[in-house]
């Protein structure tokens, strides 16, 4: 393995009371700096700039409103940045910020100018942190509409970058027979090689308090990247540390291979 994307939803970087979660979001800098300095190549794609911005303009609820949503993500997309730049910087790791929508897929011109850059970011020894547009992308943040949150521009990243696995780390330990915050009978899949109808309707749509993606939008993700033949991996983001685990092999999260 050598190219590998992180996604890491907002349930992993902020607290269920709202608060930035410093210590997880120092771990994963140091993980992901590890990791490069063994010689791999590492994307992020990091959520979390609704809730930053929550938390610095000292909002209780996140807002109804798509332009409210916006303008608060574009207040802490600045944030998240800076105190990504400052742990990662603590690592003396370089980062750069990269703001996609899911559509570049489609346009051939914008499609190569992204694989460009972000080739060109990776031989620089550079890791990029890519976000969703927030400002020109509307649906990812429509909380009742629920497929975005990052998960599927995860996914088409991988895809873009020919990445040999996407480690998609949430607050939950894999994937479930049925949401096991609501049904303690739910079982963990280790293994999964095709999304079929089941598995859709046992995603349910219920997301999390602060994430907005669900486990829909990550099972979208993963058919995405089966289609790619290639590898992703859910698992729990706490600890991010979890990631040097998964990537020794240990049977961790959800494989879908
Ligand atoms: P993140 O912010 O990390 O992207 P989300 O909140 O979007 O996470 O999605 C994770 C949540 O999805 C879990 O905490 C759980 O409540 C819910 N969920 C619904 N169905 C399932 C399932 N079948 N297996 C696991 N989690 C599920």
């Known amino acids: 393995v050598n190219r590998i994307v992180v996604k890491i939803g907002t349930s992993s970087l ?19 700096t590890d990791l490069r300095n063994q010689g791999k190549e590492l994307l992020l794609v990091s959520s979390g700039a609704i809730g930053v911005g929550m938390d610095k303009l ?31 910087l603590g690592y003396s790791q370089q980062t750069a910020q990269v703001l996609l929508t899911r559509d570049v897929v489609d346009f051939p011109e914008s499609r190569s100018n992204v694989i ?45 970058m020919a990445a040999d696995v996407l480690i998609m780390l949430s607050d939950i330990d894999g994937f479930y027979s049925d949401n096991p915050t609501k049904n303690q009978q739910a079982t ?32 979208k993700a ?5 289609a790619a033949n290639s590898t992703m991996v859910l698992a729990n983001g706490k600890p991010p540390r979890i990631i040097f685990d998964i990537l020794a092999g240990d049977e961790i999260g959800t494989l879908f291979k």
């Open 14 to 32: 902020i607290h269920p009371n709202g608060k930035i979660n410093f210590s997880g979001i120092d771990q994963l800098a140091f993980v992901l």
């Open 58 to 88: 000292n909002l209780r609820e996140r807002p109804q409103e798509i332009p409210i949503q916006q303008a608060v993500a574009a207040v802490g997309q600045s944030e998240l940045m800076h105190i990504y730049n400052q742990r990662f």
């Open 116 to 160: 460009n850059t972000l080739e060109q970011l990776l031989s620089m020894g550079i890791i990029p942190i890519i976000n969703e547009n927030d400002t020109v992308a509307v649906d990812e943040m429509d909380h009742t509409r629920k497929f975005g949150d990052n998960d599927e521009l995860s996914a088409v990243v991988s895809q873009l």
């Open 188 to 219: 963990l899949y280790s293994a999964i090689s095709m999304i079929d109808q089941t598995l859709l309707e046992q995603a349910g749509s219920e997301g999390s308090r602060f994430g907005t993606g669900g486990m829909l939008s990550k099972l």
């Open 222 to 226: 993963a058919q995405r990247v089966l």
